[in-house]
């Protein structure tokens, strides 16, 4: 049973905007914390945004100004926004949910987004 399905990535120019869409399950997106990975080739995974199921949020240094995370209820969908792309922005991004009960975790199948004039 697919649980968190993305979409959004793709081709982007430098200074461009592009939204990324990760809609999950009912059950998951209630009570689940929701964030969004990234990872390069030859890089570690790196977190880039998290919210809580209260929606807290938090960035890493990388994206702070620049990205945002949030989660409409009514879609059981997360998005992040990102704007001001760079040249360090290229990965592909994952959807992740965790919970903070049990430390179950749900991947995404993951986007690549391409930064490139």
């Known amino acids: 049973q697919v649980q968190l399905v993305e979409s959004g990535g793709g081709l982007v120019q430098p200074g461009g905007s592009q939204r990324l869409s990760c809609a999950a399950s009912p059950r998951i997106f209630r009570t689940y914390a929701m964030a969004w990975y990234r990872q390069a080739p030859g890089k570690q995974r790196e977190l880039v945004a998290v919210?809580?199921?209260?929606?807290?949020?938090s960035y890493a240094d990388s994206v702070k100004g620049r990205f945002t995370i949030s989660r409409d209820y009514a879609k059981n969908t997360v998005y992040l926004q990102m704007n001001s792309l760079k040249a360090e922005d290229p990965a592909v991004y994952s959807c992740?949910?965790?919970?903070?009960?049990?430390?179950?975790?749900?991947w995404g199948q993951g986007t690549q987004v391409t930064v490139s004039s």
């Open positions: 992740n949910a965790e919970s903070n009960l049990t430390g179950v975790r749900y």
């Open positions: 919210i809580t199921s209260g929606g807290k949020t």
